[in-house]
């Protein structure tokens, strides 16, 4: 089956810096790709989202690059605020999604 | 319109007892899927459902866990004989068809005493 590592488990950054997370999985048949932003006490809510078709995209400013051939994709946020302080899930999927263990961002004011 | 409902948000109960997880998802999507959640993990994997039918249960940790979705809207996830590791936020997702974006309830926090 799918197995998504992501890492850094913890992350802190200056408001105003720029955050970069990275994922790897290992099945080549995955074709989409999305993440998800938790907060305390909600459950995750989608972000942004890549397909295999596509080597990046972004939204304001998130943005998602995905690499097929080595298996890596990773999220960016620039101009971080404080809001954006939550736990960051990347996912992998071909019909269901794997999740890696989570990255907790913290934006320092 | 309204998102992924889960209900309760909180259910303590004692180790040996039975308890039912309720879902209703998003009107109009067909997908419905339940993930467990344990403190600093991400979600695991338990059922997805397409339409009524279970379409993969493989992750599904043992016979003691059940889901149904009868009429291929609202689905119930079942845990007999509760133990104390079945402790975890049980989540709920839909999408309108298989392979689109999922989107999540808020939980359930099951507590076995």
């Known amino acids: 089956g799918e197995n998504v590592e992501q890492h850094p488990s913890t992350l802190s950054v200056q408001e105003g810096d720029s955050a970069v997370i990275k994922c790897t999985y290992s099945?080549?048949?995955?074709?989409?790709f999305p993440w998800y932003k938790q907060e305390l006490g909600k459950g995750p809510q989608l972000i942004i989202d890549i397909r295999s078709n596509v080597g990046e995209k972004k939204d304001q400013r998130i943005a998602v690059t995905l690499n097929k051939t080595a298996k890596h994709f990773s999220l960016h946020i620039t101009e971080t605020q404080p809001e954006d302080s939550a736990v960051y899930f990347c996912a992998a999927s071909n019909e269901k999604l794997t999740f890696g263990t989570g990255t907790r961002l913290t934006i320092i004011p | 319109g309204a998102g992924v409902s889960q209900t309760p948000s909180n259910k303590v109960t004692e180790k040996g007892k039975y308890v039912e997880l309720r879902c209703d998802p998003i009107s109009g999507h067909t997908a419905l899927y339940w993930y467990r959640q344990s403190l600093g993990q991400g979600p695991e994997f338990l059922i997805y459902f397409q339409g009524t039918g279970a379409a993969d249960d493989s992750g599904l940790p043992n016979d003691r866990f059940f889901a149904v979705r009868p009429e291929g809207s609202v689905s119930t996830l079942k845990i007999q004989r509760t133990e104390r590791g079945d402790s975890a936020v049980y989540l709920c997702a839909s999408s309108l068809s298989l392979g689109e974006k999922l989107f999540f309830g808020s939980g359930t926090q099951l507590s076995v005493l």
């Open positions: 099945d080549s048949a995955s074709n989409y």
